[in-house]
């Protein structure tokens, strides 16, 4: 009897000298680790009255929204919270990039087999924000599908480490040039336009075969 009481004042006296992440695994609940993701994509450059280029975020565009153009650059933001009351450590931002198109600045390194953009954004206090910008640009139109004239894209974006993640996605749709021929011979290209050409939406698929390469951070955090 006298083993047993000296066993069990040495059994309390190891748990209270245990730290607190030691001690949930006694029956204290560890804290709740949160995280959310923001992903918009801005529509296309507006030019204002004074020659500013106007860039407005939203978090999707839909056919009757203003459409991209073969070849033109595309930009997302994405914001990343730590919605949670305790610090977020080794924490993981993946961007995964839809056909057709191709990213040309920002953060992490980008990966062409798997056609994903992925870096470390390191920790983050409590409700502490991150945001991030991505260039991409679309491929030329003999590149496009031929049987598409217009169609929407998504791009997602992720993050997470351990113990949290959170998803979210932009749409945006592009647009073909449609090709005619006048009567000298000169080829000219007109973007479709009208209603009817937003009936048809089909997702993009398809497989672009590469070697990754290092993008140049554009911007980290605000």
Not at 87 to 94: C, M, Q, S
């Given at each position: 009897m006298k083993n047993f009481i000296l066993s069990l004042i040495a059994f309390v006296a190891v748990i209270t000298l245990l730290p607190s992440s030691a001690q949930a695994q006694y029956g204290q609940p560890a804290p709740v680790q949160t995280i959310l993701i923001d992903k918009m994509v801005a529509k296309p450059y507006i030019q204002t009255k004074g020659g500013v280029v106007d860039t407005q975020y939203v978090d999707n565009l839909t056919p009757s929204d203003p459409r991209f153009s073969p070849g033109q650059e595309v930009m997302f933001k994405l914001k990343v919270k730590?919605?949670?009351?305790?610090?977020?450590?080794?924490?993981?931002?993946?961007d995964y990039v839809p056909a057709y198109i191709d990213p040309v600045e920002g953060p992490g390194t980008y990966d062409s087999t798997s056609r994903v953009i992925a870096w470390d954004a390191g920790s983050f206090a409590p409700g502490e924000e991150k945001t991030y910008f991505i260039k991409m640009r679309l491929l030329s139109q003999d590149k496009m599908p031929a049987n598409k004239?217009?169609?929407?894209?998504?791009?997602?974006?992720?993050?997470?480490?351990?113990?949290?993640?959170?998803?979210?996605?932009?749409?945006?749709c592009v647009e073909k040039m449609v090709v005619a021929t006048t009567k000298g011979g000169l080829v000219t290209t007109t973007p479709k336009s009208g209603p009817e050409a937003g009936i048809l939406l089909l997702g993009a698929q398809g497989i672009l075969m590469g070697v990754g390469y290092d993008l140049k951070k554009l911007a980290e955090q605000s």
């Open positions: 730590n919605t949670s009351g305790v610090t977020l450590n080794n924490v993981t931002v993946k004239g217009l169609f929407c894209l998504t791009n997602k974006g992720q993050v997470y480490n351990g113990y949290a993640s959170d998803d979210d996605s932009a749409q945006f």
